[in-house]
Every structure is written in structure tokens, then in C-alpha cells.
């Protein structure tokens, strides 16, 4: 069956280092790879898309990769800020549908220490 | 201001009562989509729909009705049948298939 690992344990950094976040899947080929933010009680927001075809995608101080050979997304966070601090998701893409259906990861929780 | 709404934001229930939470976007998108989250768990869909008066179960649909009449609104029933409703119920919607999500602040039930 479809799966989908990301650390369950938090990351914990200093404010001003690179935050490296890991989505693992495994049985599955989506057109599509997609990282959101949580904060706790509220909705997840939008961060990047990438695509099968696309191996980089960069927005700011964020950067995510994606290997379809290790079935692997890296997500990292530059000089990151304690208000990075929040619940990071990874969402896979549908491949052959075309429903739109996301395959969400459990997230990892990312702690910036000042 | 453009966005989903969500209400109420705390709801709680007596056990066999049917809920229902309120879903209404404003972003003319086609697509929305109703999630469950519980603590530690990553999202899991519920139901989906792309287009008005259409709609598809996801991957915990037991339990659980929606209808789609209008294209701002995505209603979901949580019905007595549902085992553990208690959760985080989050709706989001897209301006089509392969585009981001965008979503609600979520409603907290808890049934008792």
C-alpha cells in the first residue's frame, strides 16, 4: 500500500541554521509533491509545489528537492527564525488521476531556537 | 477579503446526535475537499468535490455525508454512524486538479 514517512520526531535548531526536513514514500508515483505549514489549532498553508519533472524548486529562504529515484523530497528553511517554528507537511500528487487527491505525511514538528 | 470559512470554530456534541460543519469559500474554486486530522496524524480525506452537485468518498467516508449544491459551500454531516468523530476537521479548496490547497482554520469537535 501507499506510504508516506516523514520524522515523527521534532527538529530541533538554532535560529540562524538550515532546517532540513525528509518525505519518504514508498509504493506510489505522483505527478506532484507539495509542502505545507501547520501552526498548532489551525489550518495548513501552502508553501511549494514541485513536480515529478522538476528536481529544485526555491521560494525565498526555502528550497525543496525531489528525487523520484529515492522517492525522496528534502525541505529546507535558510537562516531559519523561531518564527519558523510550526508543523511542516508533505502532500503527494495524484499520478495517473486526476482527482486532485493529496496523500498527506503525519509532519514534523521544527523548533528554531533563539 | 477571499478565503474559507469554517464554523463554528469549537462544536461540541452528545454521542448519536448528527452535526453538521459548515464549509463556504469565496475563491470561485471548483474543487474543495473535507479532512480529518487527529493528534500526531497526518490529514486524512474524507470526501472530496470537484464540481457542483458531485462528489466523491475519500478514504474515511463511513460515517460521514456532504453535499455540494452550490459552488461556495461544501457542508459535512457527521453522523451518529461515525465510530470516533472526535478530531480536527479541516476543509480546503483548489482552483482545480494539480494546484495547491487552500484551507480553513478548521473545526474542533468533540462528541461525548
Known amino acids: 500500500s501507499q506510504k508516506i514517512e516523514q520524522n515523527s520526531e521534532a527538529l530541533n535548531i538554532q535560529e540562524g541554521k538550515t532546517a532540513t526536513l525528509t518525505c519518504n514514500y514508498t509504493n506510489y508515483s505522483p505527478a506532484y509533491l507539495q509542502w505545507y505549514r501547520q501552526d498548532p489549532g489551525r489550518g495548513p498553508v501552502f508553501l511549494l509545489l514541485i513536480r515529478e519533472n522538476e528536481k529544485e524548486k526555491r521560494k525565498e529562504r526555502l528550497k525543496v528537492t525531489f528525487d523520484t529515484t529515492l522517492k525522496q523530497s528534502l525541505f529546507h528553511i535558510t537562516a531559519s527564525q523561531p518564527a519558523d517554528s510550526a508543523t511542516y507537511l508533505c502532500?503527494?500528487?495524484?499520478?495517473?488521476?486526476?482527482?486532485?487527491?493529496?496523500?498527506f505525511g503525519q509532519g514534523t514538528t521544527l523548533q528554531v531556537k533563539p | 477579503d477571499g478565503g474559507i470559512t469554517q464554523s463554528p470554530k469549537y462544536l461540541f456534541r452528545k454521542e448519536g446526535q448528527n452535526v453538521t460543519l459548515s464549509c463556504e469559500q469565496n475563491?470561485?474554486?471548483?474543487?474543495m475537499y473535507w479532512y480529518r486530522q487527529d493528534p500526531g496524524q497526518g490529514l486524512r480525506l474524507i470526501y472530496y468535490?470537484?464540481?457542483?452537485?458531485?462528489?466523491q468518498k475519500g478514504d474515511i467516508a463511513e460515517g460521514y455525508s456532504v453535499s455540494r449544491e452550490k459552488k461556495e459551500s461544501f457542508p459535512l454531516t457527521v453522523t451518529s454512524a461515525q465510530k470516533n468523530p472526535t478530531a480536527f476537521y479541516l476543509c480546503?479548496?483548489?482552483?482545480?486538479?494539480?494546484?495547491?490547497?487552500?484551507f480553513g482554520p478548521g473545526t474542533r469537535l468533540t462528541v461525548t
Open positions: 468535490s470537484q464540481i457542483v452537485n458531485d462528489f
Open positions: 475563491l470561485n474554486h471548483d474543487a
Open positions: 480546503a479548496s483548489s482552483s482545480g486538479t494539480h494546484y495547491e490547497q487552500y
Open positions: 502532500a503527494l500528487g495524484p499520478g495517473s488521476s486526476n482527482t486532485g487527491k493529496l496523500i
